[in-house]
């Protein structure tokens, strides 16, 4: 099937081309077609499937008819992340480059003046994080009445960091007759009960989903101890020693990990860039930047953070943390290995990963083998002393941290995973309580007049599992300026 055949403008035709891109995917081959005839449509799919496009290109021609509105957007598209937020306003400029139509980003961390007055002038198409866009309808800038299209884009995401509420909220303000389409990675119940209460007889397209990785990702484990420190030296070892390594995307499953790691890896030489949702925005994208162009060869990044991102041509990751949840592994090695290409996935294993490992194997279907253990780490001259455990440093529950308990802490076996149970990631993540970003996470800061229930009790506990990183820590209001400060003051004349 060719472009030409799913009923796209030639204006989207043409970009289409000049794209470089000869044939649809199955997703755009499958979607683009119904959504012009203005159905409804679940995608089941996730991102290297070329789903942007799916929903974009025929956006871009259905748009070509009708005019924008000053504060009322005609299309909304509903993104869990600033950065694929970004993405999908980078697949507007490239494939609507002559199409005329003004396109708006409302995502936290950049000022809500310059959003506002982009919304003001009116826009044809807004993205958005679900955060930030409530804040824009409550302070009463935005309409969202005259929404003919809405786009709800990784939706099991949008459930992992509990912005169901909102996402429900939206719906409700969205018209009844507006056109929806839905993309999803996965369909957990909570997710169908939400399709079936917001899109109206969909179509549903299903792509492949790529639960086992590609042929082309050699996958290896490797024996490591478990204290930090200890895992740190493990991974420079590994980076040093791989053979073909271009650049590499390490992961760790919380955004604290995320900090110190970098910091670590810099300190030791290596060019590296953090993604975690602790960073502001400009960072974010500096970052992101520089691991794209080449300039840093290293990425260490959190779930969260690196979730969909589309970054072509990583030679390798490394898992510095097993992922607690299994498909989280497929969607971080299915970062390198991308169209044919050769890529090698690395992780890290101390004794107390066991379960973590298990499950993924039986996810993927496949044993992943061990590469041979690592040298042991005494004497390890590269090992700077403020990289170590301090002695009787203690951890935030007050316990002793691992270098005090380990009587020689470096040269200690790892321990079972009720040894190390106060260990930083033996800790399993919903236990942590990191500070809620108004932007990117349920709207904990939200007046409690706005929401029947704080935002903690309207989420499921058992989808808390991303909390560890759930965007840059608001402080004090962050940008919002409340309103009784904006108040002109009165002064007395003294004439
Ligand atoms: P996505 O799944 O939307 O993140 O897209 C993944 C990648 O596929 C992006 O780099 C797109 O530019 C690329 N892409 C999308 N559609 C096509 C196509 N029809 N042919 C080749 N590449 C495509």
């Not at 990631?425 to 229930?453: C, F, L, M, Q, Y």
Request: hydrophobic residues 35%; aromatic residues 4%.
């Amino acid at each position: 099937m060719s472009f030409a055949e799913l009923g796209l403008s030639p204006k989207v035709l043409a970009a289409v081309e000049a794209a470089g891109y000869t044939t649809p995917t199955p997703i755009q081959a499958q979607a683009i077609p119904h959504v012009l005839q203005r159905r409804d449509v679940l995608g089941i799919a996730q991102t290297g499937t070329g789903k942007t496009a799916a929903f974009t290109l025929p956006m871009l021609t259905l748009l070509e008819k009708g005019r924008a509105r000053a504060r009322m957007p005609r299309t909304l598209i509903l993104e869990p992340t600033r950065e694929l937020a970004a993405q999908v306003q980078e697949n507007f400029d490239r494939y609507g480059s002559n199409s005329g139509l003004s396109v708006a980003l409302l995502i936290g961390g950049v000022s809500f003046g310059d959003q506002d007055a982009k919304i003001t002038r009116g826009v044809d198409v807004l993205i958005a994080t679900p955060g930030r866009l409530l804040d824009h309808v409550e302070r009463g800038k935005l309409l969202l009445t005259g929404v003919e299209l809405l786009v709800i884009d990784e939706a099991d995401r949008m459930l992992d960091m509990g912005f169901i509420p909102d996402i429900e909220r939206i719906c409700k303000l969205v018209p009844f007759t507006r056109q929806t389409l839905f993309f999803t990675a996965t369909m957990p119940a909570e997710i169908k009960r939400i399709t079936d209460q917001f899109l109206h007889n969909p179509v549903q397209v299903e792509v492949a989903r790529p639960a086992t990785a590609a042929a082309t990702i050699t996958q290896a484990l490797v024996h490591t101890r478990s204290a930090p420190h200890d895992k740190r030296q493990t991974l420079r070892r590994l980076i040093r020693s791989a053979e073909n390594l271009k650049n590499a995307i390490v992961f760790c499953n919380r955004k604290s990990e995320v900090a110190i790691l970098h910091k670590s890896l810099v300190k030791h030489g290596f060019g590296a860039v953090a993604l975690h949702g602790d960073m502001d925005q400009r960072s974010r994208m500096a970052a992101l930047d520089s691991f794209r162009n080449g300039e840093m060869p290293l990425l260490v990044a959190s779930d969260v953070a690196a979730r969909g991102l589309d970054i072509p041509d990583v030679s390798h990751v490394f898992n510095f943390d097993v992922p607690i949840h299994a498909d989280d592994y497929v969607h971080r090695i299915g970062r390198t290995g991308r169209a044919g290409r050769s890529g090698w996935a690395f992780t890290l294993v101390s004794a107390a990963d066991g379960k973590h490992v298990s499950a993924i194997e039986t996810l993927t279907g496949n044993k992943i083998p061990f590469t041979n253990d690592p040298p042991p780490v005494e004497g390890d001259d590269e090992e700077e002393a403020s990289d170590r455990p301090r002695r009787g440093r203690r951890d935030r529950s007050g316990k002793k941290g691992e270098g005090e308990r380990s009587h020689g802490g470096r040269t200690r076996d790892a321990k079972p995973a009720h040894d190390t149970k106060s260990t930083h990631e033996a800790k399993p993540a919903r236990n942590a309580k990191p500070v809620r970003d108004a932007e990117e996470s349920p709207r904990a800061t939200r007046n409690a007049a706005d929401s029947p229930k704080p935002a903690d009790q309207r989420r499921p506990a058992q989808r808390r599992r991303h909390d560890e990183d759930d965007g840059p820590v608001v402080i004090g209001l962050g940008d919002h300026v409340p309103s009784f400060l904006l108040t002109p003051i009165r002064r007395k004349s003294n004439g």
